[in-house]
């Protein structure tokens, strides 16, 4: 089992749609966690942190659950500009990063 | 605007020869830096951790003589492929943490190297 878990998709949404999708990890220590966006060939840029008690930024949710061991990301409204790779990043103890393989979203119009 | 620099964006080179690639943090020192490679269509896999001043920690099945790591300074890491072949053609990145932002990355953009 990898340490960390994605749904690779692709999702494939219409524009304005709502979406979400989870990211499991296997190590019950894991101490933090983000979500990321690569867009092609691009670096990946910091999206959102997750908190335990979730948080939110705009048209996105990032929630923790710590019993299932998973987190995930929604995304309201969803625009056209939101088409990306989503990874998500747990560090697993104070210097191990482990990112997600990535969830590949597609908005169309 | 972008807190880590990474140069060149893109090498195209012959079998065997060696490939420098640098990593800056802009405007901050990074005691740590990351170094990640990425193949089409899969998830960055961590090769090294790049620490200023020490040696690089290398990832399991990272050939450290392959991929050579120098962190001189604490805004600047290097990376280099020793005698590049074929399959060493991938997307390289690096990244740093700032300070301020614990356990957050901020990466560079990118090297796409293709060897010919």
């Known amino acids: 089992r990898k340490e960390v878990e994605q749904d690779p998709g692709p999702f494939n949404v219409p524009e304005g749609a709502t979406v979400a999708f989870n990211c499991t990890y296997s190590?019950?220590?894991?101490?933090?966690f983000f979500w990321y966006r690569q867009d092609c060939r691009k670096e990946p840029k910091l999206l959102m942190s997750?908190?335990?008690s979730g948080n939110e930024d705009g048209r996105f949710t990032a929630q923790l659950n710590r019993a299932s061991q998973y987190i995930s990301l929604l995304i309201r409204d969803s625009k056209l500009s939101d088409s990306a790779t989503y990874l998500c990043?747990?560090?697993?103890?104070?210097?191990?990063?482990?990112f997600g393989s990535g969830t590949r979203l597609s908005i169309r119009p | 605007g972008a807190v880590v620099s990474q140069h060149p964006s893109w090498v195209i080179c012959k079998s065997g020869t060696s490939v420098k690639i640098e990593c800056r943090s802009l405007?901050?020192?990074?005691?740590?830096m990351f170094w990640y490679r990425q193949f089409p269509k899969q998830s960055l896999m961590l090769m090294a951790t790049?620490?200023?001043?020490?040696?690089?920690?290398?990832e399991q099945g990272v050939e450290k003589d392959k991929f050579l790591i120098n962190h001189a300074s604490l805004t600047l890491s290097t990376l280099t492929v020793t005698s590049a072949h074929p399959e060493d053609s991938s997307f390289y990145i690096c990244?740093?943490?700032?300070?301020?932002?614990?356990?957050?990355?901020?990466f560079g953009a990118g090297t796409r190297l293709s060897v010919l």
């Open positions: 405007d901050f020192q990074a005691t740590t």
């Open positions: 790049s620490n200023e001043g020490s040696k690089a920690t290398y």
């Open positions: 997750v908190y335990s």
């Open positions: 190590n019950s220590a894991s101490q933090s």
């Open positions: 990043v747990v560090y697993s103890s104070a210097s191990k990063i482990i």
């Open positions: 990244s740093a943490e700032k300070g301020s932002a614990k356990n957050i990355q901020y």
